[in-house]
């Protein structure tokens, strides 16, 4: 009897499992879809993430090599004049211009890389949030919100696009209305501000490199010159080194040697996004243009016109602002 008891209670188990099963929910198909997006997003932000690094080791070995290589030009400076130490000298200056030039192309791509991965972690972040809302298992919805999270921290800083508030002036607002009006309009100054600020600084930055590199190069044509005048075996005395020597340079190992030259910063590659609502397209796309030449010259030129652009737009906003307030404050005095 026992026997049978138990027989019926297992076959009554697995009757509540079958049913229990076949009373599952299959996964709809817009979910099935926003899987597989949400997925593809994480492979792309995952892709995206791996070329920065490489590229980012790829140029510290870079700079590491130019850093080397203005250490070598220094010791040569400080040697004895010789034809040798002026061939050696002239090499290697050619050389570390090339690396410097290497060195611009490498933080360029460093740089635009790190932008396509703001954008990869954005789309990945914008098709969790899209999974989450057609709705998930239990274990796949905390998987998810563990990696929102860490997309959360991830773009917390990431630079974004001004937005700067309707300037016209609703004529039915109250005073209250028209003071949130202007706080809106203070914050997007505030922005603004900021972004003249570094526009001045960064053109500022570039014209001090694009004068380095000229002097970089004119270091190297130089002693190229110096190298081709004919060497005498006549011995100079210590107190006779202060002649005048090929384009008014007595010895070569006078010639300046640069710092390294840097490429686009954060800043400056970020800026045809933050300010794509704020200036002109034509002010946009010269200064896009000028950061991929790789011109210092070029790009302080593009940072200035943006810089002016930008303040314009500040005034613009600034003159709205204070007169919302001025209205507001006639409306809330008025009898």
């Not at 200036?279 to 000028?290: P, Y």
Request: proline share 4%; no cysteine.
């Amino acid at each position: 009897m026992n026997e049978v008891m138990s027989r019926w209670w297992f076959v009554l188990t697995l009757m509540v499992v079958s049913v229990g099963a076949h009373a599952q929910p299959a996964p709809s198909v817009q979910a099935t879809q926003a899987t597989a997006v949400t997925n593809q997003a994480e492979t792309a932000a995952n892709t995206a993430e791996r070329q920065v690094a490489q590229l980012t080791s790829r140029r510290a070995a870079l700079k590491q090599r130019y850093e080397d290589e203005v250490a070598d030009i220094d010791r040569l400076k400080k040697q004895r004049a010789s034809w040798r130490r002026d061939r050696d000298l002239r090499d290697n200056l050619s050389t570390s211009l090339e690396t410097s030039k290497q060195l611009d192309n490498a933080t360029r791509e460093v740089e635009l890389a790190q932008r396509d991965l703001i954008a990869a972690r954005r789309a990945y972040l914008g098709a969790i949030d899209a999974e989450l809302k057609a709705g998930v298992a239990p274990q796949r919805q905390q998987r998810l919100g563990r990696a929102r999270g860490v997309l959360m921290n991830q773009l917390r800083d990431a630079p974004h696009r001004i937005l700067i508030p309707d300037l016209r002036i609703d004529p039915l607002a109250d005073p209250e209305e028209l003071l949130q009006h202007a706080t809106e309009l203070r914050a997007s100054e505030d922005e603004l501000r900021h972004q003249v600020d570094e526009l001045a600084a960064q053109a500022i930055d570039l014209e001090r490199i694009a004068q380095l590199r000229k002097q970089h190069e004119r270091a190297g044509d130089l002693v190229n010159r110096y190298d081709d005048q004919p060497h005498r075996n006549t011995t100079r005395s210590e107190s006779n080194t202060e002649g005048t020597g090929v384009g008014g340079v007595s010895d070569p190992s006078s010639l300046p040697i640069t710092s390294p030259i840097s490429g686009p910063s954060s800043f400056e590659s970020y800026v045809p996004t933050v300010l794509a609502d704020v200036i002109d397209a034509s002010t946009i796309n010269n200064f896009t243009a000028a950061q991929l030449s790789g011109d210092p010259a070029q790009r302080a030129l593009a940072a200035r016109k943006a810089h002016d652009a930008v303040a314009v737009r500040l005034e613009q906003v600034r003159r709205k602002r204070l007169e919302i307030e001025a209205r507001a404050k006639r409306l809330a005095h008025k009898p």
